[in-house]
């Protein structure tokens, strides 16, 4: 008889766990995502709203002297917010509840700079509660924006402040239900060199709402993109070495590309705005960016392993602009149409399979089950996996996933098509992650081939589909 330590030194050798004969999946490689990191991922597109004082005074930087009876929403609608971003297929909302005037958009006991002194339905407002309810009605995750720079608030600057911004997080964090995100805006004022207790702002915050994911310049769990274009680096990791660095200094290359050392998981967000301004000009009215600009800000943000955080701007009623509803619409439906068909069906062969198992073969990245991956034998850093479609067939667009539960690996990749002859390269390309969309001009050809060439550790393939999208 076999003796069980017998079994586990096989085991270790060949791959092979004897419970099931089930071969053993990659080990994770080091940092990974924490679960709420990983929902967060999934989410890939959600909307910030910029609203406030700002809306009403015409203002981006508002200097928080504007009397709060000028914040006077004729006809708010937090219902049609969400509607709006429910139909437009992002996944949340994330709120300016307070911005750099300092002015609060819930009756906050911190400050007398707030709804609550405003003679806006009587200072009993709260657009909080109103929008975390609309949220909470239409399926939406509910997010918080609050400035650490506060333009208004008497002791801003003194250490003692701190304390007064801990407890704006902790009321936000307390009455409106989930938060899925907490943001954490960088700007700040140079001049009063206030000294921030972000680890006290940090813990506050976890403590509350332990699965919300906290988005700074520096994380912890969410890094800002390093521009306000919505535009993640060509190369895209999701690691980052954070020693050293903190909200409000940025070093923007660095936070584009990610670090492929990096001993954190901190993967990227960008935010861009629908217009050139954060809140609503009735001057960029005319100003909403095309289809075909954000379609390439999706190519670049969701199709670079980040996500994708698009700014309205809500206008002075309180509802966001019908230019900016038809346009998220519009821009939904590009997607739709872009994602339509997927062409990835076919033989599916790979140069290495991990222990020969059906567990962990090709197939599994096109069964549209994000749970299951290709995967190679442990050390096995290059590999290719080839999809003979049968017939020629045309497409110009490959979108492909890694398992990031177990860390991200890939390096070096590229897309290859068989001429008949040759494999001819159509891209080359380097990281993957959450997902990569890579394009390129149309061909039409009986095989594709996505050869890795370099990888962390051994490569876990959970996803890739084919597309013919229209170019725009
Ligand atoms: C920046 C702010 O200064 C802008 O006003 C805007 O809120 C943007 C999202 O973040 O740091």
């Known amino acids: 008889m076999i003796k069980i330590s017998t079994l586990a030194v096989i085991t270790l050798f060949t791959g092979i766990s004897f419970i099931g004969l089930k071969p053993a999946p990659p080990q994770p490689i080091a940092p990974v995502p924490s679960a709420a990191q990983a929902a967060w991922q999934e989410l890939e597109y959600y909307a910030f709203v910029h609203f406030g004082m700002n ?18 929403p004729t006809s708010l609608d937090t219902r049609q917010w969400a509607r709006t971003v429910k139909a437009a297929g992002m996944k949340g909302i994330i709120i300016t509840a307070k ?20 003679s806006w339905r009587n200072g009993r407002g709260d657009i909080l509660k109103d929008l975390s309810e609309a949220c909470r009605e239409y399926g939406l995750k509910f997010g918080v924006y609050i400035s650490p720079w506060d333009r208004n608030h008497p002791i801003y600057g003194k250490p003692k402040y701190n304390r007064v911004y801990q407890e704006q997080w902790r009321e936000v964090l307390s009455n409106y239900g989930e938060v899925f995100e907490a943001w954490l805006d960088g700007a700040n004022d140079n001049q009063k060199r206030m000294v ?33 274009r919505g535009i993640a680096g060509e190369t895209n990791w999701s690691l980052r070495d954070n020693e050293g660095s903190f909200p409000g200094f940025a ?15 901190i993967p990227a967000e960008c935010d861009v705005s629908i217009r050139p301004g954060w809140f609503y000009h009735s001057n960029e009215d005319g100003k909403v960016k095309t289809v075909a600009q954000l379609m390439e800000i999706y190519y670049k943000s969701v199709g670079r392993n980040g996500n994708l955080l ?22 939904k439906q590009a997607r739709d149409e872009a994602f339509k068909t997927n062409l990835a069906s076919g033989r599916l062969t790979a140069t290495n399979t991990r222990s020969n198992s059906t567990q962990f073969s090709p197939a599994k990245a096109v069964d549209s089950d994000r749970n299951t991956f290709w995967a190679t034998d442990d050390g096995v850093k290059q590999a290719s996996l080839e999809l003979d479609f049968g017939r020629e067939t045309e497409f110009n667009t490959v979108l492909i996933q890694e398992n990031i539960a177990l860390g991200q690996r890939v390096k070096k990749f590229s897309v290859e098509v068989w001429d008949g002859k040759n494999w001819l390269n159509v891209s080359s390309q380097t990281t993957i ?4 969309i890579v394009r390129f001009p149309a061909v039409k050809t009986q095989k594709l081939r996505i050869a890795i060439e370099d990888s962390r550790a051994c490569p876990t393939i959970s996803n890739l589909e084919i597309y013919k999208a229209p170019v725009l």
């Open 55 to 72: 809306t009403f005074t015409d203002h981006e930087w508002g200097e928080g002297r504007a009397h709060p009876d000028n914040f006077n």
């Open 99 to 118: 911005h750099h005037d300092g002015f609060c958009l819930w009756p906050s006991a911190t400050t007398e700079y707030s709804v609550k002194n405003s």
């Open 196 to 228: 921030y207790d972000f680890n006290g702002f940090f813990a506050t915050i976890k403590k509350i709402q332990p699965n919300a994911v906290i988005f700074s310049d520096a994380g912890p769990d969410i890094r800002w993109v390093g521009n306000e």
């Open 251 to 265: 070093d923007e290359k660095a936070l584009n590309t990610g670090d492929e050392n990096g001993t954190s998981w």
């Open 310 to 331: 698009l700014n309205i701007g809500v206008d002075r009623r309180g509802m966001v602009n019908e230019n900016d509803e038809l346009r998220l619409i519009e821009f």
């Open 433 to 436: 992650g959450h997902k990569r």
